[in-house]
């Protein structure tokens, strides 16, 4: 029997038929959505508590981790390793920048930024510990809340997600591992990462996807159906949502479907041009010249602000704003970064070391300190200096912040139905590509690392993603479980400093030939005919 099949009847490890995997991922998903749903509150309050210990006594862990990543990642661009290719010597990225760029965007914080944008500058200007209370909703306070909103959206967030693509890119493409969270381990654990090592960290990935996904799928569908209340009056209901759902769920199959080639990169590439229309609307409508002088302030503000705003613990046991706001936002980066992981490495390959962190890191960051600037600091002009009304619309509904700045910022019924337009069809389109790449990252994990997994497990997940969506929302779930997902961080954070020892022990390998000739051995005989074994049979 040749090696090929020797290790198929050995491993267990066929496309798409791992028990554990397929059935184990399906299980899991069953056994949170129904614990959340029969007891939303009783669920709700587990997962708090759970949330509140991290906030409370494990703060500084989440700080000095998302901190550690960051410089990691900026040394990765000036160290010896900078030249390495993710892939082959011979190998040159498959994506143009623009692509690749809007891709990594999308997936990553798009819809997230299109809803909070102006939401939490609002939220931040009215109170938050790094202001006096007297100073409150002054324009020093819109200050400070510029600063904290653009943190939370900027470097040390991309900074995770970049290090996770990076690991999972360097050993997929370059060290021959299948495209899994599982490869991340191998220098650690060798050939038991195909074992129970291997099924707990996809099963976490898994675990955050779906649910990092649902959640957010169910949040968007409320402030769609809160624009097109707005731009048609269509009634605000659950039923509505559901509808929604039930949509945005078969357009993001039917993309993924089309592969990663054309829907994903078409519906990504369409997400950016939207994105650079409605910027240049808000800037014109606006206040051009305060935000564009705010654009400048920003950016020169939290680049000096950043590394003391990383390292800062609020030194008050009672307060609760940094776990309301920072614990949360770097828990929720950690539980994406599996997924947000692997999409970035699967579009990623034949890029350097030093060209992927500069792209990662610094473009996203660029964009999402424009698009904060440009929403959130009109709103700031609004009620800074004109006749308010946007911090009334975000304390009574956060999903009307957007259509209540719009309709604030300019007179012209035929501008505001053209923006709050442009809007919804963002929030459609930003969700539909944040669904197709989750249901692309499921099914390549249970398919062992397979890049082009099975039709029917598209379609299967695609449909599965909105159906835990739908009872969730049904159920009053969605915050319950959006809370789970962020508790979930905590055990993957672990996952990735093993994975960030295993990176850098087989960069080092690599850049000391009479040791590196071992691991490629290595690899190449067991880890990359195991590889073979699992994409071998399509």
Partial sequence: MDNKKLMQRESGLLVGTNPVMSVGAGLLVLAFVLFTVIDPEYANGVYSAIKNFISADLAWYYIGFMSFVLFLVVWLVFSRYGDIRLGKDTDRPEFSNFSWFSMLFGAGIGIGILFWSIAEPIYHFQSNPLIAENQQMTVEAAQVAMRISIFHWGLHGWALFGLAGLILGYFSYRKGLPLSIRSSLYPIFGERIYGPIGHIADLLAVFGT??????????????????????????????????????????????????????????????????????????????????????????????????????????????????????????????????????????????????????????????????????????????????????????????????????????????????????TIMLVTYFVTSADSATLVICTLISMGNEHPLPRYRVFWGAAIGAVAAVLLLAGGLKALQTASVVAALPFSFILMMAIYGLFKSLREEVLPEKARGFSRLTSRTAGVKAEAVTGNL
Avoid at 222 to 246: F, K, P, W
Avoid at 283 to 307: C, F, K, M, R
Avoid at 343 to 350: C, D, E
Avoid at 370 to 382: E, K, S
């Fill in 210 to 423: 779906v649910f990092g996904i649902a959640t957010s799928l169910g949040l968007g569908a409320q402030q769609m159906n809160a624009g097109l209340n707005y731009l048609m009056g269509v009634e605000v209901s659950t039923s509505t949502q559901i509808i929604l759902i039930a949509i945005i769920s078969v357009i993001s199959t039917v993309s993924v479907m089309t592969g990663l080639h054309k829907g994903i990169r078409l519906l990504s590439e369409l997400n950016m041009r939207l994105t650079m229309l409605i910027l240049g609307l808000f800037i014109v409508v606006g206040p051009t010249a305060y935000v564009l002088g705010a654009l400048v302030t920003n950016l020169g503000d939290y680049l000096v602000h950043a590394v003391e705003l990383g390292f800062w613990v609020d030194p008050d046991p009672e307060g609760q704003w940094q776990g309301w706001w920072t614990i949360f936002y770097w828990g929720w980066w950690i539980a994406w970064a599996p997924f947000c992981g692997i999409f970035i490495a699967r579009i990623s390959k034949g890029r350097t070391i030093r060209e992927f962190v500069l792209g990662v890191l610094v473009a996203p960051t660029l964009l999402a300190a424009i698009w904060i600037t440009v929403f959130g600091n009109a709103a700031m002009y609004l009620e800074l200096f004109g006749n308010g009304g946007v911090v009334e619309a975000v304390n009574k509904d956060t999903t009307m912040a957007l259509f209540a700045t719009i309709e604030l910022l300019t007179d012209s019924e035929l501008m505001i139905i053209a923006m709050a337009g442009i809007c």
